[in-house]
């Protein structure tokens, strides 16, 4: 009896939130995966991260209703864990500009 107390369409909007906070994060994650170089497994492992943390802060209320915080809270630390080669990864990386405001190429190919 988890859901007691919450109607469907609560639990049915805090999903929808938690899907949208997790794609807009994993769009920012791909950014900073593109701009820090990073390819392979390292985005897999990256977006898994964003949709961990995301999903728990989107269910916050819930799990904070029932007393289930701690229970989920290695969602919480493991994304953030996840998260953290493509923080840094983007760190320094900004190049993709190339024409460094004077308008010639310097033999950059994309």
Request: charged content about 10%.
């Amino acid at each position: 009896h988890a859901v007691e107390g919450w109607a469907p369409f609560a639990a049915f909007l805090l999903i929808l939130s938690a899907i949208f906070f997790s794609g807009f994060l994993s769009v920012y994650v791909q950014r900073r995966a593109n701009d820090g170089g990073l390819k392979g497994l390292w985005i897999f492992t990256n977006h898994l991260g964003a949709w961990a943390f995301a999903s728990y802060v989107a269910f916050y209320p819930f799990l904070a209703a029932h007393g289930l915080r701690n229970a989920y809270a290695p969602a919480f630390i493991g994304g953030l864990v996840l998260l953290l080669p493509v923080l840094f990864a983007g760190e320094g990386h900004h190049d993709h500009d190339h024409d460094h405001g004077d308008g010639h190429d310097h033999g950059h190919s994309h």
